[in-house]
């Protein structure tokens, strides 16, 4: 039975009046996306071409001619028509009142993206030291000039460039976690290789980057996308020289591409490679995805890289709905090696893929912990060398005497208060300090003060990692931290020696950065920032891992640490240019290569040293190993094995393997079972696990081989079918939508070789439903009020009310939140008369002392099932329909720092001919919000999360 709502409404008035209840507003954006600006993929399949008489050319220019038709006022943002086989189209930049809809029915037209905005992945954070309090405007990243010697540009490659001998006894840090060391002490250095970063600018002027930009110089091609003043928001000023010091991102990340050798002890991965910069950030803020494609495009047709580096991204959820994902698929089939950062977003738990990484051929790369922290040595005169770290060796020359400010080991205050009057010149010293009670600024300050000059901290006891310092305005010249061991070493000498222990730092006693500090509380695990996949559809993300904190490399004008997935990604770029040298008679194709890259990874523990595996969803194939991909020889695919979720179960697959040794080879197969995580924490609530999805125990699946053994001769090849046994779950644990991971193990023994090698191969699967996930946030974890709710101004509407859109709240606007990615998402207008029964109630922010009134009133208050099908469900029109299939929304890492949509209700909407129209005024209408969980069939009504609005009349 259909009742109005002036029924409903007048039982139960008394309970429903505006709540005036504080909540968040952020920006009323529901997603990355640029207003006013779109990419159009223009339809060049075969048949449409052949049926115009057109060429992929002809064609974009009849539909751009197409849009200025429609009446439709553009400027051009970019064009697409480099490569037709990839990808023909064009960005537009058009007016607000101009729809997705309005821009997919002109003819000529395949598909229509907004242009999404994509970011430097956040938490980018230097790992200096950052004073607290003042963590708005953290002290720089410790940049200095180069020291004596060093300022020397290599201008011309085969000249003056470091030799291939520069480069043996590598002893970088990254470098020895991931067999590049041993590739470069073999003279394995990306020779012939040619390499493009995607980033943010880079300061080739740096002596370590080679000096000069063009042909003959390190950095060697490129172009500016971006220039200096584009944010992202505004008119890029594009140029042909890609340089850029205000930000230090580019330059870091080209630096651990292809750093060359110098005195300071680390290198790129692939410093013989020819390397490229295509920048597409201004100084400040973000980038835009067709920025990014123009790039891609330009990185393959004009100059020809074979392998393109990406530390970039935003949140996209999905394998197959940006054009920059269209583009890379198409990359990998003429050679191309796409390799992106996954994101710095594990804090918002699994399924948080982003876009450009996520991508059935990209590899998209997550961020370990090295086992190393980067450290110089000082020489002490009658003793051993003493490892500091710093990002630099420090700026001091000659001898110099220590001094303590306390030689009390147990002291916990140490220079927290102005040094005592009766201190020596400190001027000509190197005092050390112990860290404790206050902050680092304070004891620094403190020194200074004092006069003192050059300040080593150690570390507490007990304490293993210590923030790498910085000079920052302390006034000081140069300041290192030691370990607490190191400290108390530093102290005995002091205490024996009757003037002082004598102290040298370099130059030019400069001993390069070598592996001395061991990480002993995560070295060799995930880090903690690397984002967890997979892909709302359950497939890989992230695809492989690589160290990426604690990563010293290249800014502008010296050197500095930095942490990131970012980091991670060059990385792996680099390795594959090492193992595209080394390979080159094998020839083979991007996807083959990044199979070996990945079956050939070395597995991350969950645990510090432990003995369980780490989630797949987060290490994907595992940390790279270069060396063992260039010397293991039997190619294993696939590269993963996809389980999906218990509704679409896929227990068999075939892994062939193929011995490219000169003998013959046998396989045997295992398996080892992952940690399984939660992707809720608590029976289908949408509140994601935080700030780390919990480890539970569902015992994994088990795992049976159609041979457990097989030798294969010298080139032959063979099938082994792989059947997996699904966990079987029961409520609650099925709630909390378990993803289990873990590997097949191939090891492998040559013929007459004693040794063997393990070949691996990632799988993963959801033990429960993804169609049982959540798609519509319910909660008020994000913006302090449950969600979704229609508020003017802060007062949230818990039932029939009237706004007047000219009132000086202006017109009302709809706050909701996705707790799950969905390929339909609507938010439309429809008559007050219904009252269907939505999956979220509508009213859900009642006054507080009336809410249980509230509760009752809508049991008694008459509901229906929707129409079976979803394009039943009897609406005016549609307000927004985000058909670019949005993400899940952030919690902690977004913009505000969460992400929401807000929806204006202004009273217009579109019809079903996408015609915008304005709804009476004066009238009443309810708005229906409705999300489609993933695999859900899309035409039942019952396959969509929903809530519908309390009723509400719009007055002019
Ligand atoms: C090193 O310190 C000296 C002061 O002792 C300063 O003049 C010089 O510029 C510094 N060099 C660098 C490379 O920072
Ligand atoms: C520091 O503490 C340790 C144990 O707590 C003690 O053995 C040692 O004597 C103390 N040292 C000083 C100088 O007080
Ligand atoms: C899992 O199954 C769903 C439904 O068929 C499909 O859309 C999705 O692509 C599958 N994922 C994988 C990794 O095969
Ligand atoms: C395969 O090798 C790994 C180590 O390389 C070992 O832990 C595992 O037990 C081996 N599996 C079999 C079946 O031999």
């Given amino acids: 039975m259909v009742r109005s709502w002036l029924a409903t409404a007048a039982a139960v008035a008394f309970a429903w009046t505006p709540v005036a209840s504080a909540f968040k507003q952020g920006d009323s954006n529901g997603g990355d996306v640029i207003p006013g600006s779109f990419i159009l993929q223009v339809d060049t399949t075969p048949s449409t071409l052949s049926k115009r008489g057109m060429s992929p050319f002809s064609a974009l220019e009849h539909t751009l001619a197409a849009v200025a038709d429609q009446g439709v006022p553009y400027t051009i943002r970019q064009r697409f028509d480099a490569v037709p086989e990839a990808f023909t189209g064009f960005s537009l930049q058009v007016g607000d009142d101009v729809g997705l809809d309005k821009l997919a029915s002109i003819p000529g037209v395949q598909r229509v993206w907004p242009v999404r905005r994509l970011r430097l992945p956040k938490d980018v954070t230097t790992e200096d030291y950052q004073p607290v309090g003042d963590a708005t405007s953290p002290a720089p990243m410790l940049r200095r000039g180069f020291l004596r010697g060093t300022r020397h540009a290599h201008t011309k490659r085969g000249t003056d460039f470091p030799p291939a001998s520069a480069y043996a006894g590598d002893t970088f840090y990254p470098h020895i976690d991931t067999g590049i060391a041993d590739l470069h002490n073999r003279g394995i250095l990306g020779e012939g290789v040619k390499v493009g970063v995607i980033d943010s600018g880079v300061d080739y002027s740096n002596p370590i980057l080679g000096g000069c930009f063009g042909p003959g110089c390190h950095i060697s091609f490129g172009y500016d996308f971006a220039g200096d003043s584009f944010n992202g928001n505004n008119q890029p000023n594009p140029g042909p020289d890609p340089y850029a010091s205000c930000t230090d991102h580019g330059t870091h990340v080209t630096g651990i591409v292809g750093a060359l050798a110098n005195p300071y002890g680390l290198s790129g991965a692939a410093p013989a490679a020819t390397l490229g910069h295509y920048r597409v950030?201004?100084?400040?803020?973000?980038?835009?995805?067709d920025l990014v494609l123009a790039a891609l495009q330009r990185a393959h047709a004009v100059d020809n890289c074979d392998i393109i580096n990406l530390s970039l991204g935003s949140a996209v959820g999905w394998l197959d709905n940006t054009a920059i994902q269209i583009y890379q698929d198409y990359l990998a089939t003429v050679g191309v090696q796409v390799v992106a950062s996954a994101g710095n977003d594990r804090v918002e738990g699994p399924f948080f893929s982003e876009s450009p990484a996520a991508g059935l051929t990209t590899n998209a790369v997550g961020a370990t912990d090295p086992v190393y922290l980067p450290a110089y040595y000082a020489t002490v005169l009658g003793h051993p060398d003493v490892p500091y770290q710093a990002p630099m060796p420090l700026n001091v020359t000659g001898q110099r005497v220590l001094y303590f400010t306390s030689t009390n080991p147990n002291v916990t205050n140490d220079a927290c208060s102005p040094l005592p009057a009766s201190t020596p010149d400190l001027s000509d010293k190197v005092v050390v300090v112990k860290r404790g009670t206050c902050d680092f600024t304070v004891k620094l300050a403190n020194v200074a003060k004092a006069g003192g000059r050059v300040v080593l901290v150690y570390n507490s006891q007990g304490s293993i990692v210590i923030p790498q310092l910085n000079v920052g305005t302390s006034g000081l010249q140069a300041v290192g931290s030691l370990r607490y061991e190191d400290g108390i070493l530093l102290l005995s000498y002091y205490l024996q020696s009757v003037r002082g222990?004598?102290?040298?730092?370099?130059p030019p006693a400069v001993k390069p950065l070598a592996p001395?500090?061991?990480?002993?509380?995560?070295?060799?695990?995930?880090?903690?920032?690397?984002?967890?996949?997979?892909?709302?559809?359950?497939?890989?993300?992230p695809s492989i891992?690589?160290?990426?904190?604690?990563?010293?490399?290249?800014?502008?004008?010296?050197?500095?640490?930095?942490?990131?997935?970012?980091?991670?990604?060059?990385?792996?770029?680099?390795?594959?240019?090492?193992?595209?040298?080394?390979?080159?008679?094998d020839a083979m194709t991007p996807v083959q290569a990044r199979a070996l890259m990945m079956s050939t990874s070395v597995q991350v523990p969950s645990t510090f040293r432990g003995s369980t595996l780490d989630t797949v969803t987060l290490q994907g194939a595992g940390q790279i190993n270069v060396q063992r991909a260039v010397d293991m020889r039997t190619l294993v695919s696939p590269p993963q094995l996809l389980l999906n979720d218990t509704a679409f179960f896929v227990p068999s697959h075939t892994v062939t393997l193929q011995n490219l040794e000169s003998s013959s080879v046998t396989y045997t197969f295992s398996y080892q079972n992952a940690r399984t995580i939660a992707t809720y924490n608590n029976r289908y609530s949408q509140v994601l696990v935080s700030p780390v999805p919990n480890t539970i125990s569902i015992g994994g699946p088990q795992v049976s081989f159609s041979q457990s053994k097989i030798t294969l001769p010298a080139g032959g090849k063979a099938e082994v079918v792989v059947t997996f046994t699904a966990p079987r779950l029961a409520y609650p644990t099925i709630g909390l939508l378990p993803l289990y991971s873990g590997f097949v193990q191939i090891n492998s023994t040559v013929a007459g070789s004693s040794s063997s090698n393990a070949y691996t191969i990632p799988y993963m699967g959801l033990a429960g439903k993804l169609s049982d996930m959540p798609v519509l946030d319910s909660t008020s974890t994000a913006l302090g009020a449950a969600v979704p709710f229609i508020a003017a101004g802060q007062d949230i509407q818990s039932g029939p009310i009237t706004y007047s859109l000219s009132g000086s709240q202006g017109p009302p606007i709809c706050y909701f939140r996705l707790a799950g990615g969905t390929r339909r998402l609507?938010?439309?207008?429809?008559?007050?008369?219904?009252?269907?029964?939505?999956?979220?109630?509508?009213?859900?922010n009642p006054a507080q002392r009336l809410a249980k009134r509230t509760i009752s009133a809508r049991a008694s208050s008459g509901t229906q099932p929707f129409p079976e099908r979803y394009a039943d469900v009897p609406i005016i029109g549609v307000i927004d329909s985000p058909y670019y299939w949005p993400p899940r929304d952030y919690l902690f890492d977004g913009p505000n720092p969460y992400s929401d949509f807000e929806i204006v209700l202004n009273g217009t909407y579109k019809n079903s001919a996408g015609t915008v129209q304005q709804a009476p005024l004066g009238k009443t209408y309810k708005v229906l919000l409705r999300g489609q969980r993933i695999t859900a069939d899309p035409t039942l009504s019952a396959s969509y999360d929903s809530w519908l609005s309390p009723p509400f009349t719009l007055n002019p």
């Fill in 516 to 541: 001395y500090i061991t990480d002993n509380v995560s070295g060799g695990m995930m880090a903690t920032y690397s984002s967890y996949g997979p892909t709302n559809d359950l497939y890989l993300f």
């Fill in 281 to 289: 950030f201004g100084c400040t803020g973000d980038t835009a995805d």
């Fill in 826 to 844: 609507s938010l439309d207008l429809v008559d007050a008369q219904y009252n269907w029964d939505a999956t979220i109630p509508a009213v859900q």
């Fill in 545 to 585: 891992s690589a160290p990426g904190s604690s990563i010293l490399s290249t800014v502008p004008g010296g050197l500095g640490i930095i942490r990131g997935t970012s980091m991670a990604s060059p990385l792996v770029a680099g390795a594959y240019a090492l193992l595209m040298s080394a390979r080159k008679s």
């Fill in 501 to 506: 222990q004598v102290i040298t730092f370099a």
